[in-house]
């Protein structure tokens, strides 16, 4: 390789692509008639720039796909993600527990716990009926709850209480306008082992406590 060829080397891009000077030109246009490395030189420039328009087309659809893939794929996960949330909200209102609605179950009125047949009975009637949630949960007398606190006290015996619950999401239900029949629920027995001294009816968004019935102190 002469030094010459180094020179047209450097200038064969710029001839390929038609803008070098006329002398360059005549340059490389004199040497490629007797150097056949150069001149094989120029040849795989020039293939490699009349390739490239339809390589860049290539790409550009290789490209625009994968971006419309990527789109879809976001979109998939964005929906995916909504319904996850929608479902666990879901499954949240539906096992969480709150206390009953005072005023939309009118509670004063529609439930009462009455004594018979050596038991105790919650009697549920009116717009109180039909949700079968409804159901009693047992505290102390330090507010602590059996199901939730850890520091529920199994031994203060003379605390025990029950508050009535309902699920969340039948807050959002329309209360029916009352049902003549009304559904009686035992609590407990009153010779248990564990015997209840009271049931009420805790108003959690008040903080008032409404005894519904309270253990004859003689018995
Ligand atoms: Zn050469």
Not at 73 to 86: E, H, K, P, T, Y
Not at 191 to 201: C, N, R
Request: net charge negative.
């Amino acid at each position: 390789m002469s030094k010459n060829c180094d020179m047209i080397k450097d200038l064969l891009p710029l001839y390929a692509d038609d803008v070098c000077s006329d002398e360059s030109r005549k340059a490389v246009e004199e040497h490629i008639k007797e150097c056949a490395e150069c001149k094989g030189e120029l040849e795989k420039l020039r293939r490699s720039v009349t390739v490239s328009p339809k390589n860049d087309g290539e790409v550009l659809k290789r490209i625009k796909r994968r971006l419309r893939i990527e789109k879809l794929v976001v979109g998939l996960i964005s929906v995916l993600a909504i319904c996850g949330a929608l479902i666990i909200g879901l499954v949240y209102l539906i096992n969480s527990d709150t206390s009953m609605d005072m005023e939309k179950y009118d509670i004063l009125n529609n439930v009462s716990v009455t004594e018979h047949d050596n038991a105790v009975w919650l009697n549920i009637k009116g717009s109180a009926v039909g949700f079968f949630r409804v159901h009693p949960t047992i505290s102390d007398t330090d507010g602590k709850h059996l199901l939730y606190d850890e520091d529920f006290d199994r031994n203060k015996k003379n605390g025990y209480g029950v508050t009535l619950m309902q699920r969340k999401i039948d807050s959002f239900a329309i209360a029916r306008h009352g049902s003549p029949f009304g559904v009686e629920q035992k609590l407990f027995d009153l010779d248990e082992k564990d015997a209840m001294m009271k049931v009420f009816y805790y108003d959690d968004e008040n903080n008032k406590e409404y005894v519904l019935w309270e253990r004859d102190k003689n018995d």
